[in-house]
């Protein structure tokens, strides 16, 4: 991001800013998924982008990409590390393929911001883990206000409704520079 967006997201999320994290496949072929299930063909690899959201904005703060599929943790260390560069919120929502140990301490002891993720249930008698992930039971999720990471799930649908959801670039190279460009061109739309 550069200085004058800096600047625009710290001064709209200058009161009690919030953060939200989530990421999206956009497709390298015309075909739709749909169309590649039918017709029995396999889903070709896709590129993957991640989003740390600002929540007051809606603007990304950060944006990684990837190849898909693969699990959201992975993105994860490039999404929160550019995101900490640029702002520090009062909260970071994220779904349950952000949870994990370490991406609560680097939140909550690395980047000083309070961590709301859903957690995911690994046990089968339904119990939850580690000392912050047994901190988000059902209530604290609603006293936390997690219903607001929806918001970047609303970036992302218009996201793909606005700048569609496959790629015209055929190299690799391009494939992902056309993939940031779709963020930049629908957050400078917004």
Known sequence: MR????????QLDAEAPQAAIDSTGLETTSASAHYNIRSGKKRQKFIKVS?????????????ALS??????KSEAPAV????????????????????????????????????????????????????YRSQMITETLQD???????LVES???GLKRTTGSTLAARSERFLFVEAAIKVLAYALRR
Not at 67 to 72: A, C, F, I, K, S
Not at 83 to 108: M, S
Not at 144 to 150: E, I, P, Q, V
């Open 3 to 10: 200085a004058g967006q800096l600047e625009i997201v710290q």
């Open 51 to 63: 989003v740390c959201e600002m929540i007051s904005s809606l603007l990304p703060g950060s944006v």
């Open 67 to 72: 190849w898909g599929p693969g699990n959201d």
């Open 80 to 131: 929160l590390a550019k995101a900490a560069n640029i702002n520090r919120p009062a909260v970071l929502f994220a779904d349950a393929g952000y949870d994990a140990k370490w991406v609560y301490e680097f939140c909550r002891d690395d980047w000083q911001v309070d961590s709301v993720i859903k957690p995911a249930v690994h046990r089968s008698d339904g119990q939850l883990n580690g000392a």
């Open 144 to 150: 936390k206000d997690y219903g607001r990471r929806w």
């Open 155 to 157: 970036f992302i649908s």
